[in-house]
């Protein structure tokens, strides 16, 4: 069975650019959760959705940041304008249901890098 | 979520069981405990979890203790492929629950 597809694996552009990073969940799942990894924070949840809807964003660091999910199968995140500090490893993770009891199964990420 | 404490690393010789202890002392009758593994460049792996009894499949098996203060993470034939950092996770049974990575065990398997 195909896992969660991440692309690109590796995204570097300049400040200020759109960026827009993309996940397919695996089929049936219903919940999704981008993360975003560094050194020095770790992984950190940016949002999640059950069903198609964001559920808590409490964790998008601002306005720049914004998530969708188009189908049940898809979501974006896209970030406006691009800046240094947003260079990390995006992941995005499906789950059958959002609840703890339901395994996250995590995609390869997403390697950005703001210059 | 309850917290974890794992060893920082250890190594293994290939071919022999990897046996990764984790300590959840303060852990609640309803968080469940995970495993995960990353290895370097790639996404957090899912390997296995459980709540009460010991678990079972293709990749590791997990032994709770009958307090479930501690588990341990068995992997029965280690392989080289197998060198990853390994996360003892707790995680309590809501919705939109996150995964708290800590700092893990670094698994280094040896030919």
């Known amino acids: 069975d195909a896992g969660v597809i991440q692309s690109p694996r590796h995204e570097v552009t300049e400040m200020g650019q759109e960026v827009t990073l993309r996940c397919k969940l695996i089929?049936?799942?219903?919940?999704l959760f981008w993360y975003r990894q560094t050194m020095m924070r770790g992984l950190e949840l940016l949002i999640y959705?059950?069903?198609?809807?964001?559920?808590?964003d409490s964790g998008m660091p601002e306005d720049r940041f914004s998530a969708k999910m188009p189908n049940a199968s898809f979501s974006t995140l896209k970030i406006q304008p691009s800046e240094p500090r947003d260079s990390a490893v995006y992941f995005c993770?499906?789950?059958?249901?959002?609840?703890?009891?339901?395994?996250?199964?995590f995609g390869d990420g997403t390697r950005l890098s703001i210059l | 979520d309850a917290k974890t404490t794992q060893p920082p690393s250890m190594d293994c010789a290939e071919g022999r069981a990897a046996n990764l202890p984790c300590n959840h002392s303060?852990?609640?009758?309803?968080?469940?405990v995970y495993w995960y593994r990353q290895i370097h460049s790639q996404g957090p792996q899912y390997i296995i979890h459980?709540?009460?009894n010991n678990e079972t499949n293709e990749m590791a098996s997990l032994i709770i203790t009958e307090d479930r203060k501690s588990s341990t993470l068995i992997l029965p034939h280690a392989t080289l492929r197998d060198t990853a950092v390994y996360y003892c996770i707790v995680r309590v049974n809501n919705a939109g629950n996150m995964l708290t990575f800590g700092g893990g065990t670094r698994l280094m398997v040896k030919p």
């Open positions: 993770a499906s789950s059958l249901t959002g609840y703890g009891n339901q395994p996250q199964h």
């Open positions: 459980g709540l009460k």
């Open positions: 959705f059950n069903n198609n809807v964001p559920i808590d």
């Open positions: 303060t852990i609640s009758g309803n968080e469940y």
């Open positions: 089929s049936g799942h219903n919940s």
